[in-house]
């Protein structure tokens, strides 16, 4: 949840984190408590809905949609076989990570007595039962898909799961050399009696409760054996059989408890609170306390506890006692249980059982100044702006060039770029050190707190630090989370800035599965707006208005609502009115009032939403001119655009912000306005296509229902064909 497609299952479905969809902030540094103050209108400027109490759908149970979406997709027969076990195993994923942060962070409100209303209306208690009730059934519906349809269909295509009794005798003595010479070395089994106290259960491992009997006593204990996640989740037999790593350590337990009857074995797994709180009252300190937060981690309190349907009510019980569980957080499926390592099964290489090969190709516009390889970045860029659309155009030629070409570039006085997650290995790490050890002033404003990407980001922070970069871990109180990168080149006219403004991370990595813009320029005016806004985060600079941004959390929520009342200025006065906004989540109920408002002024309202929808749309009298889409596919949709008419000249901005608290108060997020009429209708193009009636979507109803509509028009695979067009034409 460490293949691409691993990262992919990591984010996709939003995950729950830019993608895990980030789930949101906390009280104090942790993003899943999100314990906000209630939501209190400005009466004089939303009065128009206040009689609408119950408008607001609410965010975990619109998250726990998305996630159905995904699961729909698993679902979906037209989809290619293995595609449909990568989404299963997203699903796996993203419900992990849902349970570890957001549930998390209710069980710890209600515990604190924390009593508060969400918008929706919802106290704490009353969410979590709906989730623990709504995850029951996705849960069963996941692993009934599993079991009754995918692995007959697996089959099929000569790919078999199977258990340990469907093995021919050849294939278990394999395992069993395979158990005796690599597995068994590595296990450890962990007794409970009066000198064993019951082992701690680490978050998200597989586990075998077994019941051992003494044969001269007959007295029965209990031990745990964790099953390692250093081996593969599903062990390869050859001709692509594979059986459950489980499986095969069931069959050999009396190697690990030689004297002792095997009386009763189950497989079980926990999932704990993983979220972090950091005090950030100190930022020289705040590294220090965010290693030692993230050895606490490991110890969160449970929060699930998922069991196999046939596990035996004393063991059960025994488990739901040491580990603290209610019956509501115990989910009995199907086995077998974590389904996260169908991943694995998904990047077998049977290429007819997946979508076709696409490779990104170079942006026509740095394609066509190419008198030799690679892209002269800055020549192109000086000419017009340059817009690009991941992953259909290529990463490793634009943004990636862009920053290796300033490494390398003698004429470069200067890099600046904010790094909120990257791959490891990662070329654009490698050029800033390259260009801080040519002697370049390099600055970097890393996110040490990324969620589940910590650990990382402190490594390669530091091999940042010690080639001479000056990093900064971002501002007190603060998730930096904008996308951007400025390069300052002396040039003959004199110092010229290059700036890249996106709604994705500078990761060559999921650059090849996350849907994002990006916009290259040398627009001075942008140019000098970033670099004041670096200032901001790396000195004592407080300038907080700039003339081409909007930047959180001084400028967006109030810019944007401005600009929806303009709409509707503009709607009133006869003028073209229209607002389009595409977001991974809307849930800031000030902007969604704001949307209400222009939908009772008959503004038309079109939202292209990935994850969580608080708006209701189609209410008579509150928001009938507002249409909800999802397109869920082969990328992940990540991208953030907000579209007004503006009286017949478009006012476009993208950026990294979703319509969300924790990006709108509590990170340092950026929305660039489109400066060149080409960007806006190549911007305009997409979303064409994606609110298009034609267009394969979800559609929200009032309720916060989804539903398919299978137009004729899948999006992802329309950009392909215009991409491919391009390449020929």
Known sequence: MTTDSSSLAAHVAGSVEDGPVDVGPAAVGSDSFDV???YVPDLEAVGAVQKYDDRFLDRELSWLAFNQRVLELAEDPDLPLLERVRFAAIFASNLDEFFMVRVAGLKRRIAAGVAVRAASGLLPREVLNAIHAKTGELAERHSGLFVDTLIPELESAGIELLRWEELDRDEQKHCKRLFKDRVFPVLTPLAVDPAHPFPYISGLSLNLAVMVRHPKTGKEHFARVKVPPIFDRFVSL???????????????LKRLFPGMEIVKVHSFRVTRNEDLEVEEDDAENLLAALEKELLRRKFGPAVRLEVEESIDPD?????????????????????????????DIADLPREELKYPTFVPTTHTHLAEVESSSPVDVFKSVRRRDVLLHHPYDSFATS????????AADPQVLAIKQTLYRTSGDSPIIDALIDAAEAGKQVL???EI????????NIRWARKLEHAGCHVVYGLVGLKTHCKLAMVVRDEPDGIRRYTHIGTGNYNPKTARHYEDLGLLTADEVIGEDVAHLFNNLSGYSRQSTYQRLLVAPDSIRDGLVAQIHAEIAHHKAGRPARIRIKANSIVDEAVIDALYLASQAGVPVQLWVRGIC??????????????VRSVL?????HSRITWFENGGEPAVWIGSADLMHRNLDRRVEVLVRLPSEASIMEVGRLLDLGLGDDADTWHLDSDGGWTRHRGPVHVQDELIARQRARRRG
């Open 36 to 38: 906000e103050p209630p």
């Open 238 to 252: 050859g001709n692509q059989r594979f059986v459950p790593l489980e499986d095969v350590i069931r069959e050999h």
């Open 315 to 343: 063991v059960l019980g025994l488990l739901k006692s040491e580990l603290d569980v209610t019956d509501d957080e115990v989910f009995r499926l199907r086995g077998p249980l974590d389904l996260r390592g169908l991943g």
């Open 399 to 406: 943004v990636q060039r862009f920053i290796e070409q300033a």
């Open 444 to 446: 970097v404003i890393v």
């Open 449 to 456: 707190k990324a969620r589940f990407d910590e650990q990382a």
């Open 614 to 627: 608080a708006l209701r749309p189609g209410v008579p009298g509150l928001s009938e001119t507002v249409e």
């Open 633 to 637: 596919g082969r990328y992940l949709e």
